[in-house]
């Protein structure tokens, strides 16, 4: 039997966890501010490792709630939020680490011709998976060849009977596999193998690797296009900016392209229900024209049609924004259904001119079901929708409180949320984690649809911009999200392309960077003896909106733009 000293840091008692008096243990009422179902089955440490899912962590605990060294007990990971107590998993996760939610890994395998969008699916894909929580990354095979070769010449190196380049295709392709089972071995999730794998042949070579020996689970999804348009789009815009044709000019690298592909549609074997009756996949075409599932099996690759059922490749944007700047904000308070202030109302009326100004067409706006959001929508001449899904994050018995307010009254948890505050939940509330749940509709929505203006919130736009962005998780709760500011979003061939428009509003500043040391409360949320003074004024210092340091990348380019008054 493990010693529950095994799980316990720095160096509490064994006495003062029992009874739970320096409020480090978990205890009855620990337990019960859980918004979700609570699972305690009491099992031996032997019936944990050989039958119990690894992904919950293991703790001690007597009957009656308190820990204890002699009964280990299996509990959510979202139930638990002290720094104090080391959660043991899976993978050995640590606090604040997301659980394995997948018991079995998948490998998730393209396939179709060039120029067809398998990489943007990959892609985006990969994205929609590590958002939700899911380790996911993509392999393609096309950067391996480039490895493995000397500068490219021309198309005949994808010839049908070119049998030393087509040598070396498949070596980079094992190669490819094998660090796919390395990956998966070092605590990966869901792989997706970005290729062609247009021949029986192959698809049969992946399988015996991936199914027979490896015993993952296997998923084909196929890319089919003859709409000519659209594939010419892909063409323009991705392949002939591709590392292959570097130097090249357009016209002759598009003319190779086009060479290429004649060479895998030589040999082009679509999935067949027939001869390849044994395996999962899902057809999609003409970018979700049509879409047809085979033999699909198991919650993840559920969700994985789900999703690439509702994504399109219809140009569009998406405009986001907090709501203006609220009677609470200048309070410094958290949460509640406050007002807008009368630069807020200000901010209003400016953001319905600039809307104006876009012209943009078949625009929808999306507001949550919060006074701050309607209000601030009020003056905006497009269909509105209130989304209850929208509103902002719930900080439980913390609402309507100011930070300095919180660090006095709950020290410890105002500490335990600096520790992992994307998984950390507020008591009788809500976590980060629990809020990416919420909004997974809206990103299905979002994904639907044309262009939106979605009016939100903090914490809100912090997660939809962590999807967009593809950012982790654990840079998801300081995402910089300044009030009176308008975020262009425009998809591009394999991301996102982001712009900060700030309306020339002034606003109060409520970000809080991630401290040095948790639990440590910045100067500037301090207010001295209260919020307010005599007046009813906020000693709350304004600022102006700094731009955020972001990267520029293939996924997510950023530029900051002021609006004109």
Same mark, same amino acid.
């Given at each position: ?419 992992? &505050?994307? *998984?950390?939940?507020? +008591? ?7 809020? #990416?749940?919420? %909004?997974? @509709? $809206? ?27 593809? &950012?982790? *998780?654990?840079?998801? +709760? ?7 500011? #308008?975020?262009? %979003?425009? @998809? $591009? ?73």
């Amino acid at each position: 039997m493990e010693n529950s000293t095994n799980f316990i840091k720095n160096g509490i008692t064994r006495e003062e966890i029992q009874n739970g008096s320096d409020g480090y243990g978990i205890t009855n009422s620990e337990l019960s501010r859980s918004s979700l179902p609570i699972l305690i089955p009491i099992v031996t440490q032997r019936q944990r490792t050989n039958s119990l899912d690894r992904s919950l962590p293991i703790i001690t605990t007597t009957t009656n709630g308190l820990c204890s060294p002699n009964i280990p007990i299996m509990i959510p990971i979202c139930c638990y939020r002290s720094p104090h107590v080391q959660l043991c998993g899976r993978n050995g996760l640590g606090l604040g680490e997301r659980a394995n939610y997948v018991n079995t890994p998948h490998i998730i395998c393209m396939v179709g011709l060039p120029a067809r969008g398998k990489t943007y699916i990959a892609k985006k894909l990969s994205r929609y998976l590590n958002w939700i929580g899911i380790n996911t990354k993509v392999f393609n095979v096309g950067e391996y060849r480039r490895q493995a070769t000397s500068a490219y010449k021309n198309h005949d190196f994808f010839r049908g009977d070119n049998k030393s380049a087509l040598a070396i295709r498949t070596k980079c392709a094992q190669e490819a596999l094998d660090d796919v089972s390395q990956w998966i071995d070092n605590g990966g999730e869901v792989a997706v193998f970005d290729a062609t794998n247009t021949t029986r042949d192959r698809r049969k070579f992946i399988y015996d690797w991936i199914v027979k020996k490896m015993g993952y689970k296997l998923f084909f999804v196929e890319s089919i296009c003859d709409d000519p348009t659209i594939i010419a789009q892909n063409i323009m815009e991705v392949k002939v900016n591709s590392p292959d044709y570097k130097g090249m000019n357009k016209d002759a690298a598009l003319e190779d392209f086009l060479h290429r592909i004649d060479h895998y549609a030589e040999l082009y074997e679509r999935m067949d229900e027939e001869l390849e009756s044994s395996y999962s996949y899902m057809k999609i075409f003409n970018t979700g024209e049509k879409i047809l599932v085979h033999k699909h099996e198991g919650h993840i690759q559920s969700r994985i049609v789900y999703y690439l059922m509702n994504i399109h490749i219809t140009p569009r944007t998406i405009y986001l924004t907090r709501h203006g700047e609220t009677d609470f904000n200048q309070l410094q308070r958290i949460g509640g259904d406050s007002d807008l202030s009368i630069r807020g109302v200000q901010y209003s009326k400016a953001l319905a001119s600039f809307i104006r100004e876009q012209n943009i067409p078949s625009l929808r706006v999306w507001t949550s079901w919060m006074k701050r959001t309607i209000q601030t929508a009020n003056g905006i001449d497009a269909p509105q929708e209130r989304w209850k899904a929208l509103n902002e994050i719930d900080a439980g018995t913390c609402e309507e409180m100011t930070y300095e307010e919180i660090a006095e009254k709950y020290p410890q948890e105002f500490e335990a949320r600096d520790h992992s &505050k994307f *998984s950390y939940r507020y +008591p009788r509330g809500e976590s980060y984690e629990d809020l #990416v749940a919420r %909004l997974e @509709p $809206v990103i299905m929505e979002l994904e639907r649809q044309e262009n939106v203006l979605l009016i939100g919130h903090q914490a809100v736009l912090r997660c939809l911009l962590a999807y967009f962005m593809d &950012k982790p *998780s654990d840079e998801l +709760p300081y995402l910089q999200v300044p009030l009176h500011t #308008v975020i262009k %979003l425009t @998809p $591009v061939a394999y991301g996102c392309r982001v712009e900060f428009i700030k309306i020339p509003i002034e606003a109060v500043d409520t970000h809080r960077a991630k401290p040095m040391v948790p639990g440590f409360l910045d100067e500037k949320f301090k207010v001295g003896s209260g919020s307010l003074n005599g007046e009813g004024e906020s000693y709350f210092k304004e600022s102006v909106y700094e731009a955020p340091e972001l990267n520029y990348n293939e996924a997510s380019h950023a530029t900051v733009v002021t609006a004109k008054n």
